[in-house]
């Protein structure tokens, strides 16, 4: 496998961002200068991550579709992935991620329940229970670091889904100002 820059934080482990995001920057490392891997964050207690490490973090993408009419079948092996980090297990390699400089991109799909205010949440906590707690921890490492900020693509099923994850990220950090 390459070893490749760690240039994207992956909150989810599941089918759309293999299959979808992993997929197309297989693409743009495969077609382009991007050379760039991916972390993936596992941002529930259980997960794909163990599985996912058990293969090395590869796998193949197969994608059935029609051309000028006739089946296909694409099959691409897509080896984007350098590791996983499981913040329940580790939580210390969860908040290195971002005093990494080379960090540019974060996705995330944590399903539609994945957005949303945990009012329980602490920045004690490690880690705190809800997705919004642990990217709002992880960007103020990476403001305590005085890095770059990343670009934020949340791609969960729910409507303005950016707008609400940075209006429950606002939530969170008033919380972590008031405690």
């Known amino acids: 496998k390459p070893v490749r ?36 964050v596992q941002p529930i207690k259980a997960g794909m991550c163990d599985a996912l490490e058990a293969q090395n973090c590869v796998y193949t993408h197969i994608m059935r579709g029609l051309e000028n ?3 296909t079948v694409d099959k691409q092996v897509v080896d984007v992935i350098s590791r996983t980090v499981k913040p329940y297990d580790d939580f210390k390699s ?7 400089p080379d960090f540019r991109f974060v996705f995330s799909n944590t399903t539609e329940a994945g957005i949303a205010y945990v009012p329980e949440d602490k920045p004690t906590d490690t880690p705190p ?3 919004p707690a642990k990217l709002t921890l992880l960007l103020y490492e990476r403001f305590q670091a005085k890095l770059n900020g990343f670009l934020i693509i949340p791609c969960e099923l729910i409507g303005k889904n950016g707008e609400t994850l940075k209006k429950i990220g606002t939530y969170v950090r008033e919380d972590m100002e008031a405690f």
């Open 129 to 131: 229970s809800s997705f």
């Open 5 to 40: 820059p760690e240039r994207v934080i992956q909150f989810g482990e599941g089918g759309f961002l293999r299959g979808f995001v992993d997929w197309m920057l297989q693409k743009l490392n495969d077609n382009t200068d991007f050379n760039g891997s991916v972390v993936v």
């Open 69 to 71: 009419g006739k089946p």
């Open 94 to 100: 969860f908040l290195d991620l971002a005093k990494n």
